[in-house]
């Protein structure tokens, strides 16, 4: 068995190599080999009892000159489960907006709304397909698990039903098309099944696997959401559990997130395929 790291661990295995006087166009590093290390270190850190300490929850933001609608701007752990968002949202409700803020909506805009022929989805499959290390990690035939059954825990009071119906129904397309972009099929595994506000964990298509939930928006209810599902998956035997967003719903500096709708001009396009008039 893998020997059990923690992260701190990890970081106290590598010194900077210019503070050990190393010139560092010299070093090799055989990637293949350190993504496996890192991939069997984030296996372990999965099952940890405290795997939902929220000690180590942390997030991280691009920086404004690297923003590429094809990367993940936010980065972040619920505990020890990973998360990445394609774009940072902020409300202008609750934050008090300045210049860096507002390119990081801007770069929201052009990455995910706007026009209907922008495909946020594909943005962010080409996200993944750039990010060596998630190559690495998603190579095992990862499984893309239905959220859909919480979807409506999300809200106090009634939303309606048909906008519960379009959010199952964007649901389904970034499920499907996770799927069908890192397995060759948009089959989705059904995991989960709410039974008067209890949950039933199926664990067959789960074992041994790689599992990816997904979701619209990171926001405090979605990411708590991805940390109990997340660790429901790794004791139900699952390898690991990756999250993904299409947009994270910065909060202000003391958590605070507005309670209204997110404006129309600020809300992803469809999740849906997109059809080229042009063949």
């Known amino acids: 068995m893998a020997k059990v790291f923690n992260e701190d661990d990890l970081r106290s295995m590598f010194i900077p190599a210019d503070e050990l006087g190393i010139d560092t166009g010299k070093i ?3 990637a293949d080999y350190w993504f496996s290390e890192m991939y ?11 795997c939902l300490d929220p000690s180590q929850s942390n997030e991280v933001h691009c920086p404004l000159d690297k923003l590429n609608p094809h990367k993940f701007t936010a980065y972040g752990r619920v505990g020890y489960f990973r998360w990445h968002a394609l774009t940072l949202y902020f409300d202008e409700s609750v934050h008090k907006m300045d210049d860096k803020k507002s390119k990081y909506n801007s770069h929201h805009l052009e990455t995910a709304c706007e026009d209907i022929m922008n495909d946020p ?4 499959l080409q996200a993944i397909n750039n990010d060596e290390e ?4 998603l190579e095992h035939d990862p499984v893309v698990v239905s959220t859909e059954p919480v979807l409506h825990l999300q ?18 397309w970034l499920e499907a098309r996770l799927s069908n972009f890192l397995n060759n099929n948009s089959s989705v595994a059904e995991v989960f099944k709410n039974t008067n506000e209890q949950f039933e964990v199926n664990i067959d298509p789960i074992k041994g ?10 926001n405090k209810w979605s990411l708590d959401a991805y940390g109990q599902l997340a660790r429901l998956c790794a004791l139900g035997c699952a390898n690991t559990v990756f999250g993904f967003f299409l947009s994270r719903i910065a909060p202000t500096l003391d958590g605070k997130e507005s309670n ?3 404006p129309k001009k600020y809300q992803p396009c469809s999740c849906a395929p997109r059809i080229s008039l042009f063949g």
């Open 40 to 50: 069997e270190m984030y296996k372990d850190s999965c099952h940890f009892e405290d």
């Open 209 to 218: 696997k790689d599992v990816i939930l997904a979701f619209r928006w990171a």
């Open 260 to 262: 209204s709708a997110i």
């Open 134 to 137: 998630l190559v690495s990690f």
């Open 155 to 172: 809200h106090t009071e009634d939303p309606g039903e048909q906008y519960l119906l379009n959010e199952s129904h964007e649901q389904f």
């Open 28 to 30: 090799t590093v055989d």
């Open 121 to 124: 989805v594909d943005n962010m």
